[in-house]
């Protein structure tokens, strides 16, 4: 691994049967878990984990699929729906030593630690959520013209084969369109760390493809059955989403109060990799989720 995130130790943790997660572990005290999100690994928290590191058990793995963690071949639709992702978590924690543990994700991290809040909700004390809607809720919210911001998501929708093929083709361009739109600060992610983005995000086209894939197929189905059944976030949530202002076209703060009745829903002026651009902010609201 060519980055690391500085005091941390790292190891292969099996979470399950032919699958480990890489993870950076670091400081001392109350667990905390950090999910990123895409196209990142776990070096996205780097300024995030070092501050909370301070007085907390801070644990950042790679998502399945993603960075240096497994990426097993998704066969039958399942291996990367965010509920298989989720247990991953949960698991990955308990071999760690941790039963409960405060749960923070972002992007792709944040739809998996959702999952992880609604389906392990003895594990998970508290759910700090940045930049996303649920997977549901998504999908409704994507209209027209505008949903051309989302072009990714209906090209990795598609059937294996033809989304992996012309990722593999363009990786770099592709994964790195995504890190300079969506950034505000370009300095924020300086070229070493773009780099590192790129390289484990080549790597792994196939798993990042089912990784979406899985959201227009069999998450959205979980999120479904959740929303008929009435399925609420039981713990304190905390969600942080970019300033968009009137062009963001709807209500996020309703949308994410109809799953987490003990909500706080915060805009943060920055792009979307907020906890590179904004670590102070990111830190100090999920110290204040952690005190509540």
Do not use: N
């Not at 909370?52 to 399945?64: G, N």
């Not at 598609?158 to 990786?171: C, V």
């Not at 189905?221 to 989403?241: F, I, K, N």
């Amino acid at each position: 691994m060519s980055h690391v995130i500085p005091g941390f130790a790292y190891q292969d943790v099996p979470v399950a049967e032919g699958v480990s997660l890489r993870t950076a572990v670091g400081g001392s005290g109350d667990p905390v878990v950090l999910l990123h999100g895409f196209p990142q690994t776990h070096l996205m928290w780097r300024h995030v984990a070092a501050d909370l590191a301070a007085d907390h058990t801070v644990i950042c793995p790679d998502l399945r699929g993603y960075g240096d963690s497994g990426k097993p071949e998704d066969r039958d639709g399942t291996a990367y729906a965010k509920r298989t992702m989720a247990a991953d978590v949960v698991e990955l924690a308990r071999v760690l030593g941790h039963d409960r543990f405060v749960l923070a994700g972002h992007d792709r991290g944040a739809l998996v630690a959702f999952r992880a809040g609604l389906d392990h909700p003895g594990a998970v004390t508290r759910l700090a959520l940045l930049d996303i809607v649920p997977t549901l809720d998504m999908w409704e919210v994507l209209h027209g013209v505008d949903a051309a911001v989302a072009f990714h998501l209906y090209l990795m929708a598609q059937p294996p084969g033809l989304p992996e093929a012309m990722i593999g083709a363009a990786a770099d361009p592709f994964f790195g369109h995504f890190i300079d739109a969506w950034v505000r600060e370009p300095s924020a992610i300086p070229p070493a760390v773009r780099d590192e983005y790129l390289r484990a995000s080549r790597g792994a086209v196939p798993s990042i493809v089912a990784d979406y894939r899985a959201s227009a197929r069999i998450d959205l189905e979980h999120d479904t059955a959740d929303r008929a059944a009435g399925r609420t976030l039981a713990m304190p949530v905390s969600v942080l989403q970019q300033d968009w202002g009137a062009t963001l076209g709807y209500d996020a703060a309703a949308v994410w109060r109809a799953w987490a009745p003990d909500l706080h829903h915060a805009t943060v002026t920055c792009g979307h990799f907020m906890a590179e651009e904004a670590p102070t902010e990111v830190v100090k609201a999920l110290r204040a989720l952690m005190a509540r």
